[in-house]
């Protein structure tokens, strides 16, 4: 499926400042590949015709409006959650010596995976099929991970990502400076508190990007799913990973705390009361 990784040029400076960075080009991939990927796991359910030959967007669109109709959603997402976000390819891909290399220079001396590294399904048909819990409140991703206070998230695109007709994501540049924010536990996972970090009052970014770029941010990074402006919403197909540091000493005196089970995280901060949270000095391991 991916057939190269580019050398982007970047800052770590602006990294250490901002807490993310827009890597462009990141990813080269094969589109009959993931195709094809897509086509076997989901064909487990249903015999679908669908030429391998078309773009990505065109195969996600045309298998949204073959399960929409239909009964079997909670199949489509035992296959989602399975054996769909387990592409051996991007198993592969986390351990690329550049990728690596990536990481160090972001301050990861000794990097390992949070989680299991994911094919993320969003926005058009498949919002009804999987729910909104594809769209993501206010949030760190440290408070799931809970892994080293350096700990990293990227997020990469398979389609160009356009706001007026994708859902994307809106972050807060610098907002991983404060530390975890407190926390709200009720029907999504450990979302910010608005008491404890407004909105308005804060500089965002809605991210755009194309297909095969990267945005690689702390995961003390407040940020939230966004919807399109236009009704006509499409999907997305997005790899994310995310790394930690086994060299952290908040990750020692955590004792190696790992919440991640696969897509699904175990208990929010608030229900370990013993767990040390990253403060201010976010990027001191």
């Known amino acids: 499926m991916i057939t190269s990784l580019n050398q982007p040029e970047f800052s770590p400076e602006f990294y250490k400042m901002n807490g993310f960075l827009h890597l462009k080009k990141l990813l080269k991939f094969d589109d009959r590949d993931i195709n094809q990927w897509i086509l076997d796991c989901f064909n487990l359910i249903d015999d679908i015709s669908i030429d391998t030959e078309i773009d990505l967007l065109s195969l996600l669109s ?8 239909k009964g079997n959603w909670q199949e489509f997402k035992d296959i989602y959650l399975g054996i769909f976000q387990r ?3 991007i198993y592969r891909l986390v351990s690329e010596p550049k990728l690596i290399g990536i990481l160090h220079k972001v301050g990861i001396k000794n990097p390992y995976l ?37 700990s990293v998230v990227l997020w990469i695109p398979l389609i160009d990502i356009n706001l007026e007709k994708t859902t994307s994501i809106r972050i807060w540049p610098k907002s991983q400076s404060h530390g975890l924010y407190k926390i ?12 404890d970090f407004v909105e308005q009052e804060q ?30 919403i499409l999907p997305r197909l997005t790899i994310q990973l995310r790394f930690g540091d086994l060299s952290c000493d908040l990750l ?3 004792k190696g705390v790992f919440n991640y ?6 208990k929010t901060p608030l229900e370990r009361p013993d767990l040390e949270v990253p403060k201010k000095d976010w990027n001191k391991s």
């Open 203 to 232: 500089s965002s970014i809605d991210v755009e990007g194309a297909r095969g770029d990267c945005i690689l941010f702390s995961s003390l990074l407040v940020h939230k799913t966004i919807k399109p402006s236009s009704d006509n």
């Open 184 to 195: 709200d536990s009720d029907s999504w996972f450990a979302k910010v508190s608005h008491e």
């Open 252 to 254: 020692k005196r955590n």
């Open 62 to 69: 045309e298998l949204g409006e073959n399960y929409r109709d």
């Open 87 to 89: 592409n051996l390819n």
């Open 261 to 266: 089970n696969h897509c699904s995280p175990n």
């Open 114 to 150: 949070c989680s299991d590294p994911l094919l993320m399904l969003n926005g058009g048909e498949f919002t009804k099929i999987l729910g909104e819990s594809t769209h993501s409140p206010l949030h760190q991703d440290w408070s799931s991970m809970q892994s080293s206070q350096n």
